[in-house]
């Protein structure tokens, strides 16, 4: 599978395909992201992304989906370099949930005391 559109679509296509599923974020090549970069669902990365950085959203993008490929490429960032790497098939990590949950756990695990 390959497809060239937004990052916005790219992702939607992803959950559509693939509904079990998860991304990691490349912070080499985003930098360090404030609610984690490992464990996302589309749905989650989408509600992330729209709060943080809404323009990326609409960045052109390249999903790949082969047997030896599972990545979505930013193409004005580089073409060599996924900016996301996605888990569709076999064993995969566990999702670490939203926004809201994670910031009830720090990005180290440790548990946040709200009022």
């Keep these: 599978m390959r497809l060239n559109e937004t990052l916005q679509i790219c992702l939607l296509a992803l959950a559509n395909r693939f509904p ?4 990691d974020i490349n ?7 404030c609610f984690g970069s490992a464990g996302w669902t589309v749905p989650n990365l989408l509600e992330m992304l729209q709060h943080t950085k809404p323009l990326l959203l609409q960045e052109n993008a390249q999903l790949i989906i082969n047997s030896q490929k599972c990545e979505i490429v930013l193409l004005h960032l580089s073409l060599e370099q996924p900016a996301f790497f996605v888990h569709c098939r076999g064993k995969m990590p566990t999702s670490k949930g939203n926004i809201k ?4 756990v720090g990005i180290a695990g ?3 005391v709200t009022r």
């Design 110 to 112: 440790e548990a946040i």
């Design 20 to 23: 079990d599923h998860v991304v």
């Design 27 to 33: 912070e080499t090549l985003l930098g360090p992201q």
């Design 101 to 104: 949950s994670r910031l009830r």
